[in-house]
């Protein structure tokens, strides 16, 4: 009797112990599945909306980008093209902007990627107009020779160039004598000046202005009429 007893508590246990075991297996195997789902779930299709400013000086257009419904945790990575060539980026970033753009007509590629999983989103076309308005030129008007003494005056017009302007004297070298936005120079002696005119783009064309000597010849005075003095 005490050997059946002995024997039928040993197999009682090992049914326990399978029983637990079994439970723990499909747990744990519950639990991968949930943790497998999770890492290999769909990620969600999001969208890229694109927009820009244009190119009002040399190369200063920009482009911006957002995005709608990306998956949390994701990381987003973006492509920009210039349509003119498809084939080559011009850039990959993870920033939302682009500067020192030229005009054209661009698109963006985004890739989200979650783990082993990642899918992407195209925008749609977006040009960046040319609004560059390049100096190109420069011209003075004389305003006045020098007459009585460092009086001469010149002003400068200009075409094309994006203000405000600055306007400069220079020397032979180059070198800053005077800079103003005023585009009258005066208080000037007779001689040649060279002169610089930058515009907010930071374009420069040069030139130059005489000014000549041409005194007023004044040299007597006459007086017609009576002259008394009183001394009184």
């Known amino acids: 009797?005490?050997?059946f007893c002995s024997y039928f508590s040993m197999h009682t246990n090992k049914k326990l112990m399978i029983n637990s075991v079994n439970k723990i297996f499909k747990f744990t195997w519950f639990i991968l599945l949930l943790l497998s789902a999770g890492l290999h779930a769909q990620l969600a299709n999001f969208t890229i909306t694109l927009t820009g400013t244009p190119e009002t000086?040399?190369?200063?257009?920009?482009?911006?980008?957002?995005t709608a419904n990306t998956t949390a945790n994701s990381t987003v990575i973006y492509t920009i093209y210039n349509t003119a060539n498809l084939s080559q980026a011009i850039n990959t970033t993870s920033s939302t902007t682009l500067t020192g753009l030229p005009k054209g007509t661009y698109k963006v590629v985004a890739t989200q990627t979650l783990g082993t999983q990642s899918n992407q989103a195209t925008s749609g076309n977006y040009s960046?107009?040319?609004q560059k308005n390049i100096l190109t030129a420069v011209s003075t008007t004389l305003i006045s020779d020098e007459i009585c003494g460092s009086d001469g005056s010149f002003n400068i017009s200009t075409t094309g160039g994006k203000s405000p302007f600055q306007y400069q004297l220079l020397?032979?070298?180059n070198n800053v004598l005077l800079a103003q936005s005023s585009n009258i120079f005066s208080g000037l002696a007779a001689g040649t000046y060279k002169y610089r005119v930058i515009d907010a783009c930071g374009i420069g064309v040069v030139g130059s202005q005489s000014i000549a000597y041409n005194p007023s010849n004044f040299t007597n005075v006459n007086l017609i009429g009576n002259y008394t003095s009183d001394c009184s």
């Open 1 to 3: 009797m005490a050997a």
């Open 57 to 66: 000086c040399p190369n200063n257009g920009s482009l911006t980008w957002t």
């Open 171 to 173: 020397d032979a070298s």
């Open 128 to 130: 960046i107009a040319n």
